[in-house]
């Protein structure tokens, strides 16, 4: 059962019940706080989870005590305004953005006074949605997660995992707004590491296909996929792909590596997540997002799945094994 089915099964008892109450009392129960979501990818079911246990730390359970109303774009970000929009339009009392920065942007766009917390890859002050990390002074704040300099950091646990890997390929996502920096950051890594890499770009399920076919052709050794919202909503095939080329291959989140990526290594989405959820319920109890700071991960996973490295023919170094934060086996 989906959870827009959820509230609407609720809302019906409610009415039923406040039908039978006093006027009295109607009149004196508080209404209901709405929480917009809005995914400028598709939901994804684990970091919902992370999001709804940070909400009961923050003291709201749905759909008790809150309501949300969800809208995603399914990674087609000319949707996003519409469905910000959309948003505004139901009265909510905070709006939630994740999978990107251009779902920030779009609901910092349609509002101005509502609320706003967000998940975002993207430099928030850069952007224009905040002031300043530590008093971010406007109605948006959230947790900022800069993957992008990361990317050098996954080329070298790459080489580690992969050393006879002559070429190296490298998976971005040419619409992210960090497509740049992760290039330069891959570039000077692979300079200083003295690594031969070739750059495949994908934005679409077709591309990534595409770039799969090319990395094979290319007799790349090892793959590094970029940090990027639609990879991530596009888990499952990426993670196919390698498999059926069996490729090496190393991503941003945990999530891949439990779903049979080979390793992964960046800040927990889940806990951003569950962040995003806590800053939420601190809105809802009367908080201003000028006042709370931006947050930014402070710990990155490095997790190393070994039966996809047995299934790959990998010896993983004990070394790097003894470096991981999480090995499945």
């Given at each position: ?17 406040a039908a039978a109450w006093p006027l009295g009392a109607r009149a004196q129960q508080p209404a209901m706080p709405v929480i917009g979501f809005l995914d400028g ?87 224009g949605l905040v002031m300043s990390l530590n008093r971010p002074g406007r109605n948006a704040t959230g947790v900022y997660i800069f993957q992008q300099v990361l ?179």
């Open positions: 059962m989906t959870a827009l089915m959820k509230r609407r099964e609720f809302i019906t008892l409610l009415g039923g019940a990818q598709s939901f994804d079911p684990h970091l919902m989870t992370a999001f709804r246990e940070g909400q009961k730390e923050a003291g709201y359970i749905e759909p008790r005590t809150v309501a949300i109303y969800f809208r995603s774009a399914d990674g087609q970000t000319d949707r996003l305004v519409t469905l910000a929009g959309d948003i505004v339009g139901r009265r909510v009392a905070v709006i939630v953005t994740t999978g990107g920065g251009a779902a920030a942007l779009a609901a910092y766009a349609a509002s101005t006074t509502i609320p706003i917390v967000f998940v975002s890859g993207v430099d928030p002050v850069a952007s990317e050098g950091k996954r080329l070298g646990l790459l080489r580690e995992l992969v050393p006879t890997a002559a070429l190296i390929a490298v998976l971005l996502n040419p619409t992210n707004a960090n497509f740049q920096a992760q290039l330069r950051g891959v570039q000077d890594a692979a300079s200083a590491l003295g690594q031969q890499v070739s750059m495949q770009s994908a934005s679409t399920e077709r591309e990534i296909d595409a770039a799969f076919a090319t990395v094979t052709r290319s007799g790349a050794g090892a793959l590094l996929v970029g940090s990027d919202p639609f990879f991530n909503s596009e888990r499952d095939q990426v993670i196919a792909l390698a498999a059926r080329h069996a490729i090496p291959a190393i991503y941003e989140g945990r999530e891949f590596a439990m779903a049979g990526g080979l390793a992964s290594y960046g800040a927990s989405l889940a806990n951003a997540h569950r962040q995003a959820a806590i800053y939420a319920g601190r809105i809802l109890g009367g908080e201003k997002p000028a006042d709370l700071p931006i947050v930014q991960p402070t710990k990155f996973e490095f997790v190393i799945n070994l039966k996809t490295a047995k299934v790959l023919g990998l010896d993983v170094p004990s070394g790097l094994s003894a470096t991981a934060d999480e090995i499945i086996e």
